[in-house]
């Protein structure tokens, strides 16, 4: 038997997730946009719009109810694949759907802006947020020494900067906020400024933490805090030493090795040489 296609306008459904779009970005949630983008056999219907959490909960309509559960499941291991945006026709995820057949709908990532949170302001901490903003991400620059986070030194007023006046705890949790679409790199002068950071940043839980220096600074601070009753989970999670291993000695060489390996854990990259498969012949 087949489905009775939903009568309603697909520009009222489409309107009435445009309040869930917001929430959902406000909060520095990711969902999917779905857009029915041809359907032969429902004309009308071309345009309307499903917006789906990762849960599958899900607001609006393609027009009938049995699209809309399998696009959101769709919708949903779309959102795993990490893809920005992707066509997909029904009979790919949805062949028993005959009434559908020949209807195709577009998958669109929603997620908050990519923020890199970088503490400490040296060498490596400024050429990595030139590099950051020079790809696209949105960047705040944190140092408690104000002069190293002067306006002078970043005439790029693009990149955030704040001076961490009260100490580090109180200036990253305010820019980290719900850690949604955040990576966070320590590059600060000590271990006692790495550790007062690193306790802010991991209570905070962005997507991803890195922590600069020698395999013996990097251990030394994570055993403090292991000792101070950190969750273990969390400090298994911290990337350090910082950065894939691409041989960097300068501070920009440095910058680009933590860029890349932030890149690849957003994107979901290995880090592994793109022509490695001609030498596993």
């Not at 309603?8 to 970005?25: F, G, H, T």
């Not at 990490?82 to 005959?98: C, D, K, N, S, T």
């Not at 005439?155 to 949790?173: K, M, N, R, Y």
Request: proline share 5%; charged share 25%; hydrophobic share 45%.
């Amino acid at each position: 038997m087949s489905e009775t296609v939903n009568p309603e306008k697909p520009a009222l459904a489409s309107d009435l997730i445009l309040p869930e779009i917001a929430r959902v970005l406000r909060a520095g949630e990711i969902a999917a946009l779905v857009t029915l983008l041809d359907a032969p056999a429902s004309p009308s219907h071309s345009g309307a719009k499903l917006l789906v959490k990762n849960s599958s909960e899900h607001w609006g309509s393609l027009g009938a109810p049995s699209l809309d559960e399998r696009a959101a499941a769709q919708a949903v291991s779309f959102l795993a694949s990490r893809v920005e945006a992707q066509a997909f026709g029904v009979a790919e995820f949805a062949p028993e759907l005959i009434e559908w057949r020949g209807a195709r709908v577009l998958c669109e990532r929603l997620e908050p802006e990519p923020h890199v949170v970088i503490c400490g302001a040296g060498h490596v901490g400024a050429a990595l947020a030139r590099l950051a903003r020079l790809t696209g991400y949105r960047v705040t620059l944190i140092d408690d020494r104000a002069a190293f986070v002067a306006r002078e030194r970043f005439p790029d007023t693009e990149i955030h900067l704040v001076a961490a006046s009260s100490g580090w705890t109180q200036a990253v949790l305010e820019q980290i906020g719900t850690g949604r679409g955040v990576s966070v790199a320590v590059v600060t002068r000590g271990h006692n400024e790495d550790e007062e950071c690193l306790r802010a940043v991991l209570s905070a839980g962005p997507d991803y933490v890195g922590m600069i220096g020698s395999r013996r600074r990097t251990n030394i601070v994570l055993e403090r805090l292991r000792e101070a009753g950190m969750d273990e989970e969390c400090l298994r999670g911290v990337r350090a030493p910082i950065g894939l291993d691409i041989a960097a000695v300068t501070p920009e060489e440095v910058a680009l090795a933590i860029l890349a390996e932030i890149i690849a854990a957003r994107r979901g990259g290995a880090g592994a040489p793109l022509s490695a498969w001609r030498r596993e012949k």
